[in-house]
Structures are given as C-alpha cells and as structure tokens.
C-alpha cells in the first residue's frame, strides 16, 4: 500500500504564504496523478490543484494566480505553493495520488491532512 504524508500546515496572516509538501512511498506503484484537496469548516471536500506524470496541472479557479503546484518525480512528492491566502482558504488541506501497480491496477490513497489557517 501506498503512504501518502502531509507537512507544511500552519497558522498564517492574510496575505501570507505557506508551502505544503505530500510524500507517497511504500510501494513501486506508478504515480499517475498526485492532487491538493481541502476541506473548510461545514464545507465539502474540493480539488484545489493536481499534476499529472505528463506533467498537465489543474486548478480550482479560487486559487488560480495564488498557488502553484509543482512535482518531484525522483522523490515521489508534490507541492503547493499558496501565495496571497485569504481567511476563506482556511481547511484541512488532503493530498491524494492515483497509482498504477506494475500489474496495471489503479489505485487512490489518502494522506490524513494538514491544518492551514488563515488568520488575523
């Protein structure tokens, strides 16, 4: 199975930056896609941005010009770069990766979260 971790969380300012780090390892699974979801107060869980192997890159039009997210292939580990944060990007921010097993499976692991606040 596939370990997927957070790190970077933390309590910001408005208009601050923070970057978040997500390792998959554990596995030789293939990384198809690794995504940046988030989860506000009473919200639902949304795609904030996502990379796929061929290197194409979505983002939610809310943070589109504010965060970037970018892919380190060698070392299995994506990362989001949030610039310019608003108090509404306040969530639980949940990486996700869609893998292929040498056999040809897919499949999608969760990390379990990291924190970001964004706060006066």
């Known amino acids: 199975q596939v370990h997927v971790v957070e790190s970077g969380g933390g309590l910001v300012q408005p208009g601050g930056s923070l970057r978040l780090s997500c390792a998959a390892s554990?596995?030789?699974?293939?990384?198809?896609?690794m995504a940046w979801y988030r989860q506000g107060p009473g919200s639902r869980r949304e795609l904030v941005a996502s990379v796929t192997r061929s290197g194409t890159i979505t983002y939610a039009d809310s943070v589109k010009g504010r965060f970037t997210i970018s892919r380190d292939k060698a070392k299995n580990t994506v990362y989001l770069q949030m610039n310019s944060l608003k108090p509404e990007d306040t969530a639980i921010y949940y990486c996700?990766?869609?893998?292929?097993?040498?056999?040809?499976?897919?499949?999608?692991?969760w990390g379990q979260g990291t924190q970001v606040t964004v706060s006066s």
């Open positions: 996700n990766t869609v893998t292929t097993t040498p056999g040809g499976m897919l499949s999608a692991y």
């Open positions: 554990g596995s030789s699974n293939s990384i198809n896609v």
